[in-house]
């Protein structure tokens, strides 16, 4: 069976007091889970299958760390979605504990100053990850608070599920009072390691970006053990269109700049944003699509496509743009003409060549409305490993409001693992670092149960 080690693999279970509580997964979240046991005095092993840890924190930190944003707790915690498509109010409840304030104060006690930028969101005054990880796992690893306990690290150790119910290990591992349910397996450079901890965390992330850690893996194995979890898909991602071989070649890689697009689904849910994305070989991507990716997924997966609609000329009038291309242009080209009264550049021709019958292109008010509208169908969205993060996961029915799996009491799950999504913008942060530290207190009061 998937996530179990077969007899010949399992060596003896550690002792109870060599790791009473672990943490399975060394990004913000499990970290946050292990900062908070440390201050309580609990001893904690954190175990991550890459050779180092927060390897996608550092990535999504490379342009500039985005932490939080400033805007207030309201509608901060509206920009979050759980898996029935609406409201998240299991992820308010963490961020009332520890939200965007919060946040800047953990920050500050590392030593490292934010600043809010123009647009709202919150960064590290020096733009870099590196030295607030380094200082994080510093103060984890030697605690600067009285009674806390030292966090042990655990390198290229992979979670590779429970050992099976008959083998010897798990037999023997009844006899050990713990109860986190059953003997947990690592795979590592010295060989097949097994733990049955009093209590874990598992903050093993998605299935974006799988080369840094968050491969998914973990999914079979938590259905297995009685929870309910949603199939992963790709959040904040880019789209295939189906571009021309022509257009693709030529215009990969341009911005669309201060455009707006709207999109109504299915529902009569709607999007509406001025911002910017890129076009690419296949499709769009960039911060604009990234906002309503989640409505965009969505209507692809129930009707096969999504047509969302992009207004060239945000800034004009509907009456503006149709007096300007109605003007007369007489030898100019289109291209030139719609330069010349509107400030389209070739990208923008470009693609209303692409996406618009030659009959629309030459009737002047078809035309206006379609650069106040122009209509761009999706057919997919980007492959998972490629979206920015993931949707889906630990579905929040299966969990208790402390985080613990209700069908195996002293397991805990945190992060992106869980069944919620949010966009870009300081947002996934957040509340990756506050469900990790509400796990850690239903760790604590189960601990304190016993």
């Known amino acids: 069976m998937p996530g179990l080690l077969p007899r010949r693999m399992m060596p003896q279970p550690l002792s109870r007091s060599s790791a009473p509580v672990v943490v399975i997964g060394a990004g913000p979240a499990g970290l946050m889970a292990a900062e908070v046991l440390s201050r309580a005095g609990v001893a904690v092993d954190v175990f991550d299958a890459m050779p180092s840890a927060g390897r996608k924190f550092l990535l999504a930190g490379r342009g500039g760390l985005n932490l939080t944003h400033s805007e207030p707790l309201a509608p901060f915690t509206g920009r979050f979605r759980q898996g029935d498509g609406e409201g998240a109010d299991a992820v308010a409840g963490w961020l009332r504990d520890f939200g965007p304030d919060a946040v800047r104060g953990w920050a500050a006690g590392l030593g490292v100053q934010t600043f809010v930028g123009t647009s709202g969101r919150v960064f590290p005054t020096e733009m870099k990850a590196a030295p607030l990880l380094r200082a994080w796992l510093h103060r984890l690893r030697h605690p600067d608070t009285p009674g806390a306990a030292p966090v042990r690290f655990h390198m290229r150790h992979r979670w590779a599920g429970w050992a099976a119910p008959d083998t010897p290990d798990s037999i023997a591992a009844r006899a050990c009072p713990a109860s986190a349910g059953g ?100 499709g769009i991507e960039g911060s604009l699509v990234y906002a309503a990716s989640a409505l965009l997924r969505d209507e692809i997966a129930r009707s096969g496509h999504a047509t969302l609609h992009l207004n060239l000329l945000p800034a004009r009038t509907p009456e503006q743009v149709r007096a300007a291309v109605a003007h007369p242009r007489g030898s100019r080209s289109l291209s030139s003409h719609l330069k010349s009264r509107l400030g389209l550049a ?45 949707a889906g996961g630990v579905r929040f029915a299966a969990l208790t409001d402390a985080l613990e799996l209700r069908a195996r009491p002293g397991l805990f799950c945190a992060g992106e693992m869980l069944d919620w999504e949010a966009p870009t913008g300081g947002y996934l942060l957040t509340a990756c670092l506050a469900s990790g530290a509400r796990a850690a207190r239903g760790v604590l009061a189960r601990l304190g149960n016993e």
Not at 184 to 198: I, K, N, Q
Not at 232 to 247: E, H, I, K, Q
């Open 346 to 390: 070739a990208v923008h021709t470009a693609l209303l060549h692409e996406l618009l019958p030659p009959a629309q292109l030459h009737d002047a008010a078809a035309l206006a409305a379609a650069i106040g509208a122009l209509p761009i169908t999706l057919r997919a969205p980007r492959p998972l490993a490629e979206a920015i993060s993931s």
């Open 183 to 282: 003997t947990f397996c690592f795979e590592s450079p010295a060989g097949p390691v097994t733990l049955c901890p009093r209590a874990a965390v598992l903050a093993l992330g998605g299935g974006s970006w799988p080369r840094l850690g968050s491969d998914g893996a973990w999914a079979p194995w938590l259905a297995q053990a009685g929870a309910d979890v949603a199939p992963l898909a790709p959040a904040n991602c880019g789209f295939d269109v189906g571009w021309s071989p022509y257009f693709a070649e030529r215009f990969a890689g341009q911005p669309l700049k201060n455009v707006a697009l709207s999109f109504t689904d299915g529902r009569g849910h709607g999007f509406a944003r001025r911002g910017e994305f890129v076009l690419t070989a296949t």
